[in-house]
Each structure stands twice: as C-alpha cells, then as structure tokens.
C-alpha cells in the first residue's frame, strides 16, 4: 500500500472529508487530494500535521505492513476479560473498539491506553512483534546477531605482552572463527 | 605419537585442533572456547608441539575467562594451573618411573623417552618439587626431585 492511499483509509476510518482532513492539517484540499493519490511526495513536516490531525503516529503512515491485534486479543484471554470489558475499564469509546474489532488503528489515546494497560509496546500492540517489549523500526532492518566473544582465551607465547600485531592477529582470528561458526549454524 | 594420542583424545572431548599460520612467531598456541590454534610454522619439533598442545589441552580444562594479560595475577595463575596440569598429563610419576626402568639415566635420554623438550621436563621436575617437596615415594621407589634422581628402595 502507497503512503496515498494509506491516508486516505485513515481519513476513511476516521469519517473525514479530504476538506476537513486538509482543514485540520493546514493544508490545501487539492494538495491533500495530490498526495493520496500519490503525485505528490508529502514532506515530514506535512505527514506529522497529517498524522496529528487523524489522531495516529507518523510510524502508522510509513509502515506497510498491516495491523492485526492478534496480541490484544491474546494478551486479554491470559488476564482473563473481554474486550469489551477492557474498554469499559479503561474508558474507550465504542468507536475505537469496533476499529479494534475491524483490525483499524484507533486513536493515539486509545492505543497508549491500552499499551500502558498491558504494559507492551504500540508495535506489539499492532502484531508487528511478537514480543511485548519489542519495537520495530524498519522491517528490512535485519536482526544484528551478537558479536561472538570467546568466554576462554589463552594463549602460548614467549613474551609477557602481546605486541600490537600480535593482538591483531588474535582478533582477526576470532572474527574467522566468528564467521566460520555463523556458516555452520546456517 | 604423543601427539597423535592427545589429537585423538581432543577428538572424543570434542576440540577442535586448527593450525593456522600467524606472523608472529612468539605466539605458538592460542586456546579459544574448545579450539585449540596451533601455529605450526613457529613450532619447531615435533616435542615442542606435544608440549604447547599438552598446555593448551590444560587450559580447555582448567582455564575460565579472558587471561590474555598476563600482568593480572590471576590470569598468572589460570596460566601456572594449566601449565601444571600439562606436566601432569605428560610426565606422570608413573611414567618417570618407566623411564628409569627401561634404563634412561640422563635427563636428554629422559626428555627423549617421555617425548618433551628439556625445557619442559625441567618445569615439570620444578613443579613437582613445588607440589611434593623435595621427594615422593611412589610405589617402592623413592623419586627425588632436585637433583632429579630415582631410588629401588628394598
């Protein structure tokens, strides 16, 4: 899904015009019209005006990936209460909860009530993670696997210090080793 | 042969053995988490490589931790614990004792039988003397150390 059209479901969700959306952001209706149709690259400080007036973050515009509360969901069958009872609890309007239902991102308030309730991140909140306190910056980002460091290093010289060389060729040969057993693994 | 026996040893523990070349030639093992680096172009015989696998052997046992420096005394003494347990490996009482039997006197002869460098058989006899004091008796023959010397006894 486009940036465009991204906008223009939330406008949707949320039962806006493109008039009143452009309103509440500041900007023109046609240029708002422009950049859902994507002809127009939104700069920043437009997609955080856009963002604020439709109640949600500026992560929730860029993310391609679709929300899923599957977490929620699960999160409240472990505490034992519906979400319905969730959302009387902490004061959520029936609005929000029929988004929920429907997989739509509520408002910004509603989603850190209910992080906060749950004590988890937005991102575990939406299915992104599937760990609680996880946050996901980019999904193309790859894991960065820990640096292997030995736990035991000994070694057998003649000297009492290494020269700098010396410390070199450890290190390099611990890489080697480092990414000979990352090749195994796979 | 020694050598070969330890490999096979290393083998069921499952340690891995690499040798690799590093340009400094001061640096003759290295011990990394169950791999044992041997710089073999730095080795000259085959005696000496018995004793550097038999030291790196000892700190796969014995060692815990980084001791790279050996300016900490701690990692002085991780150092003197694996280098022990090397003489032990390889020049048990019992194998003194087999030496003297099959007639070996001198202590070149000596280093010749049990297959390590002199250097290594004198730090043996040294950490021996540290452990035992000056003689041990072991079995019916008495073993003393400085000078080094085996007595039948009756």
Redesign the interface.
């Known amino acids: 899904m486009s940036i465009g059209t991204r906008i223009k479901s939330f406008r949707k969700q949320r039962g806006l015009t493109q008039v009143k959306l452009a309103e509440k952001a500041g900007i023109s209706r046609s240029y708002l019209a422009d950049v859902e149709a994507d002809r127009y690259n939104p700069s920043l400080s437009t997609l955080m005006e856009l963002a604020q007036a439709l109640g949600i973050s500026v992560s929730c515009l860029l993310d391609n990936r679709e929300i899923d509360f599957r977490n929620l969901v699960g999160a409240c069958k472990e505490k034992r209460v519906s979400l319905e009872s969730l959302c009387e609890l902490l004061k959520i309007p029936d609005v929000s909860l029929e988004l929920i239902r429907t997989n739509k991102l509520p408002d910004e308030d509603t989603m850190l009530k209910l992080c906060n309730y749950f004590n988890c991140t937005w991102d575990y909140m939406i299915g992104k993670t599937n760990s609680p306190d996880d946050i996901v910056f980019d999904h193309e980002v790859k894991p960065i696997a820990p640096n292997y460091v030995?736990?035991?290093?000994?070694?057998?010289?003649?000297?009492?210090?290494?020269?700098e060389?010396?410390t070199k060729?450890?290190n390099d040969?611990?890489s080697f080793?480092t990414s000979k057993r990352k090749k195994q693994q796979t | 042969m020694i050598y070969n026996e330890l490999l096979l040893e290393l083998d069921e523990e499952g340690v891995e053995v690499i040798e690799?070349r590093?340009?400094?030639h001061?640096?003759?093992?290295?011990?990394?988490?169950n791999?044992i680096?041997m710089n073999c172009i730095a080795i000259a015989t085959e005696k000496e490589k018995t004793c550097?696998l038999a030291?790196?052997i000892g700190?796969y046992h014995t060692?815990?931790?980084?001791?790279?420096d050996?300016?900490n005394v701690s990692n002085r003494k991780?150092?003197k614990r694996?280098r022990n347990w090397a003489y032990e490996k390889l020049i048990s009482l019992d194998k003194l004792i087999e030496a003297y039997e099959a007639g070996v006197r001198s202590s070149y002869d000596l280093s010749d039988y049990l297959g390590v460098t002199e250097d290594f058989l004198q730090n043996a006899l040294k950490h021996y003397h540290e452990k035992y004091g000056l003689s041990v008796k072991q079995e019916d023959y008495l073993i003393y150390f400085n000078p080094f010397g085996i007595f039948h006894g009756p």
């Open positions: 030995p736990k035991t290093i000994a070694a057998h010289f003649e000297n009492t210090e290494f020269t060389e010396e060729e450890i040969f611990i080793l | 690799h590093f340009c400094s001061g640096l003759k093992g290295l011990y990394l988490d791999v680096v550097i030291e790196e700190h060692t815990y931790g980084n001791i790279l050996q300016k991780q150092e694996a």
